[in-house]
């Protein structure tokens, strides 16, 4: 089936409208008309070949919300309709130790992404989620039980919000714990929502004065301005648990310091250039830890977009139409959103 999509076909060439094929629906395939897609800085970097291995043509996006248009003759689990998403990954191995214990994010063949990842249709790699629709295997595919007019703002949970809930969960992140979020952007205005859902103190660093206000009214309890060294130390030794989902490389050691003693610092963020090497003596002699996380499984991701709907919580968007995205990613680079754009796929046809 041939549908509209929004891609490029170099990494110096601008994303344009282009032709792309869906494979016809399988036994265990799920067809999704696609109403929204996120923009997530993956998308940028993977396009742009700023990330090795850049295949093209290259149709990015991976946080993605629509409706059921045809399911296979397995398909138990949805039914046309349903209002559903799709995530970073639409394959593994499904017979390793990871995906074994549902956390196919670490399969041990390595999972296939939503876009750019190997596969047998053509062209040879996965196209994302900038497109009208996508065939995906029922085991990644995911219910979504927000309301419609939130199915906008629900896309971005699909990798900003798993990011962040599956380190969260993972570190057993809840009431009477004292949590710190490191940067207000795309994934950390989720994570101050979901810590503060879970129950946590939530302590919201930035390196910007002017988000001080941003970071309270998404749930923070306390705001500080990391590069103030005052504000700083006075939270020495006082987390239980700091997320770190700033992706650019800079000194880790001014939160391990914050750490209490068995206190983890996780990052989530990859930096194009390696962080300096970390203080050890910071961790041996309070027995911290520094950690990374990997979005998260499917059955977590379900879990978590569970959880949002019945919390009532939703990313904080920018809709935009398909035919603006390069305008958006010279925005996202500036950091000039919040928090994270969206396309209405209603666009791609125009």
């Known amino acids: 089936m041939s549908v509209k999509a929004y891609g490029a076909y170099a990494a110096d060439k601008p994303l344009e409208s282009i032709d792309i094929e869906r494979r016809a629906v399988g036994a265990h395939d799920v067809q999704i008309a696609i109403a929204y897609c996120g923009v997530c800085h993956s998308d940028l970097h993977q396009v742009r070949s700023e990330w090795d291995g850049t295949q093209y043509p290259c149709v990015p996006g991976h946080e993605i919300v629509g409706h059921v248009t045809a399911v296979g003759d397995h398909v138990s689990k949805f039914k046309v309709g349903d209002t559903v998403g799709v995530g970073c990954m639409v394959d593994s191995c499904q017979s390793c130790a990871a995906c074994d214990e549902g956390l196919e994010q670490y399969c041990e063949n390595g999972f296939t992404g939503t876009y750019n990842g190997a596969t047998e249709d053509a062209p040879g790699h996965t196209l994302g989620g900038y497109s009208q629709s996508i065939v995906v295997k029922d085991d990644f595919v995911l219910k ?73 009214d998404l749930g923070a309890d306390e705001v500080v301005v990391s590069r103030n060294a005052e504000e700083m130390a006075a939270h020495a030794n006082s987390f239980d648990f700091i997320l770190n989902t700033v992706a650019a490389s800079h000194n880790l050691d001014a939160f391990t310091t914050l750490l209490k003693r068995d206190g983890t610092l996780t990052l989530v963020g990859v930096p194009e250039h390696a962080h300096p090497s970390p203080n050890v003596a910071a961790l041996i002699f309070k027995r911290r830890a520094i950690a990374g996380s990997l979005i998260g499984g499917i059955a977590e991701t379900q879990e978590m977009l569970d959880f949002c709907a019945e919390k009532g919580i939703t990313s904080e968007i920018e809709l935009i139409a398909a035919q603006d995205i390069e305008a958006a990613y010279a925005r996202m680079v500036k950091s000039d959103v919040k928090y994270r754009f969206v396309i209405d796929s209603a666009t791609l046809a125009a």
Do not use: N, Y
């Open 144 to 216: 979504i039980s927000h309301a419609p007019e939130q199915l906008a703002a629900v896309a971005p949970l699909l990798c900003a919000g798993i990011t962040t809930w599956s380190p969260l969960r993972h570190w057993k992140v809840g009431p009477g714990q004292k949590v710190g979020i490191v940067g207000i952007g795309g994934l950390g205005h989720m994570g101050i929502k979901l810590a503060h859902a879970l129950g946590a103190h939530v302590v919201a660093f930035t390196t910007s004065d002017s988000k001080r206000q941003d970071a309270l």
